[in-house]
């Protein structure tokens, strides 16, 4: 009897000391969690709670394995609730991440011709880049991804004040007539936030800016606020590891969206849109001849590389990225646009539009010759292959050799001879689901 009476002593003894172990972790999370949250923060969630509890947890012994379980469910149904509270508030916010010549332009369409809902910002960063990629204060172009998020997450909330900061000449009384293409955006464009509109000649779909006036930041930032759909085309976010506090404000709902390309047809778009700042390739192409050392080459492997790894952290699903990223080709969008579009309006959870399914029949099937390297009136699978007969041979070996992991990660097959190259009856495509 004294034995049982020991065991159940000792099991009690045992229970109480786990439950102040537990307790003493809490603590010490919360501590940790204070330290790490700025004071000024609006945010009704602490960030990084469920990562500093899992670390505590994680060196715990090895006998509290239930601990170190229970955490990362605990991190898991804490991402769940704060997904179900964002779809619940309505506001969707979409950022369609790219490089130049990947067809961001054509795609961001499909969202930029949704509707009135919808409110769409292309290419904001430009300004961004123009002041700071060679500012001295920027650390070789190493913190240029924080301020590119930031940047997109005050306009995601409809703030423009930020931006202003970066627009040369700078704005007057939130004014300015230099937002690089705002005619791109329809939402830009809108009678409610021209400030000269011409009796008679506003129209709606075509963005007129001598009509319109300069544009009013504080006009635009209202106007922002009343859609229930945000969408930003960028190509300058290449790291997709700095986005994790954007995707996780609980302010927001944001969907990522990753648009990639095969590298030869990009660096083949970039020879004709760039000329200028592509003479070496184009060098290179007449001679035959690419030293893989050059320097050229070289940041060509790096866009390679950036974007791999961007796209593998996408897939990998990280508990921040939770049904949050999307990887999307352009040659699928080509070869089937109406069909890709809808799965990314279903991914974003914004209602397909009649007027975007309208765009895209119109934009996607014409015969007539696109003009202007921007255009995205286009015969959209014929578009997607043109590259093939632009390109020497020789620099889509360069390519291939510098690019091929990005290439296997994304299915675009290799090819051997110049032949197989330029026969368009053969598919350089793999047929892939990312999943």
């Known amino acids: 009897m004294r034995t049982k009476y020991a065991v159940i002593f000792i ?113 904001p960063l430009w300004h961004v880049e123009r002041m700071l990629a060679t500012a001295a204060e920027v650390n070789n172009g190493t913190d240029l991804p924080v301020i590119y998020r930031d940047v997109l997450q005050a306009l995601f909330l409809c703030d423009f004040s930020l931006l202003e900061k970066f627009i040369s000449p700078p704005p007057k009384n939130h004014v300015t007539p230099y937002l690089f293409r705002r005619e ?105 001849q690419v030293p893989e050392n050059d320097e050229e080459v070289r940041r060509l492997k790096g866009n390679c590389d950036q974007v791999r790894i961007s796209a593998e952290l996408g897939l990998s699903k990280p508990h921040w990225l939770k049904g949050r990223y999307m990887l999307v080709r352009y040659e699928d969008i080509a070869r089937y646009p109406m069909q890709k579009a809808e799965e990314m309006y279903k991914f974003t959870g914004i209602p397909f539009s009649s007027q975007a399914r309208e765009w895209i029949l119109r934009n996607t099937q014409t015969t007539e010759e696109a003009s202007g390297i921007y255009s995205t009136q286009k015969n959209s699978s014929e578009q997607a292959e043109k590259w093939r007969i632009t390109i ?19 299915g675009y097959k290799f090819v051997d001879n110049e032949n197989t190259l330029i026969n368009k009856s053969i598919s350089l495509l793999e047929d892939k689901e990312f999943l």
Not at 392 to 410: A, E, R, S
């Open 11 to 123: 099991c009690v003894v045992a229970l109480v000391i786990i439950e102040k172990e537990s307790n003493i972790i809490s603590k010490v999370s919360d501590k940790l969690i204070q330290r790490q949250t700025p004071q000024n923060d609006n945010s009704t969630t602490p960030r990084g709670s469920a990562a500093v509890l899992k670390v505590l947890l994680a060196k715990q012994p090895a006998t509290k394995n239930n601990q170190t379980h229970f955490s990362e469910r605990k991190e898991e149904d804490e991402m769940d609730d704060m997904n179900a509270q964002r779809s619940s508030a309505g506001q969707k916010h979409v950022l369609l991440m790219a490089s130049t010549r990947t067809g961001s332009s054509f795609v961001g369409e499909f969202f930029n011709q949704h509707g009135e809902t919808m409110f769409y910002l292309f290419e």
């Open 184 to 288: 791109s955006s329809l939402s830009l464009c809108e009678e409610a936030v021209c400030t000269t509109v011409l009796k008679g000649v506003f129209e709606r779909y075509r963005c007129k800016i001598r009509q319109c006036g300069p544009l009013n930041l504080t006009l635009a930032s209202e106007s922002c606020l009343s859609k229930q759909y945000h969408t930003i085309k960028a190509v300058r976010v290449r790291q997709l590891d700095t986005l994790q506090p954007l995707v996780v404000d609980p302010r927001l709902d944001v969907t990522v969206i990753q648009l990639v390309r095969d590298p030869r047809a990009i660096l083949a778009s970039r020879m004709v849109a760039f000329s200028s700042k592509y003479k070496t390739w184009k060098a290179w192409a007449k001679d035959g």
């Open 392 to 410: 020497p041979f020789t620099l889509v070996q360069v390519v291939q050799n510098v690019c091929g992991p990005t290439m296997k990660l994304f």
